[in-house]
């Protein structure tokens, strides 16, 4: 079984309706477990029009939300020129920790 933290760009998609990004996640679920972080929920209720919000919920409330830690460390990373792999290398700093593939 494989578990999946999912990004908020995949998941603006699906309720967008792209055909690919639809089967992409139900097939994912059929895998494993779906993961968000609580700051992708928090973007993706922020960004939905006033018709999604059924779908918005459904989807959401569907995935395992994961409180993601703010340090100075995490902060730090954001420097400009920063290259994306030495975030994801050391580990995201996460509660609870979990291993799973970002998609």
Same mark, same amino acid.
């Given at each position: 079984?494989? *578990? &999946?933290?999912?990004?908020? /760009?995949?998941?603006?998609? &699906? !309720?967008?309706?792209?055909?690919?990004?639809? $089967?992409?996640?139900?097939?994912? $679920?059929?895998? =494993?477990?779906?993961?968000?972080?609580?700051?992708?929920?928090?973007?993706?209720?922020?960004?939905?029009?006033? &018709?999604? @919000?059924? /779908?918005?919920?459904? !989807?959401? *409330?569907?995935?395992? @939300?994961?409180?993601? %830690?703010? #340090?100075?460390? !995490?902060?730090?990373?954001? $420097?400009? /020129? %920063?290259?994306? =792999? #030495?975030?994801?290398?050391?580990?995201?700093?996460? #509660?609870?920790?979990?291993?799973?593939?970002?998609?």
């Amino acid at each position: 079984m494989d *578990d &999946h933290l999912l990004d908020s /760009g995949i998941l603006v998609r &699906h !309720l967008r309706n792209y055909p690919a990004y639809v $089967a992409l996640t139900n097939r994912l $679920a059929e895998l =494993g477990q779906l993961y968000i972080a609580t700051f992708t929920r928090f973007e993706i209720m922020r960004g939905m029009r006033q &018709h999604e @919000n059924e /779908g918005t919920y459904r !989807l959401v *409330d569907s995935m395992v @939300n994961l409180p993601m %830690k703010v #340090s100075p460390w !995490l902060e730090s990373w954001y $420097a400009p /020129g %920063k290259p994306v =792999g #030495s975030f994801w290398e050391k580990g995201m700093p996460s #509660s609870p920790r979990q291993r799973f593939a970002l998609i």
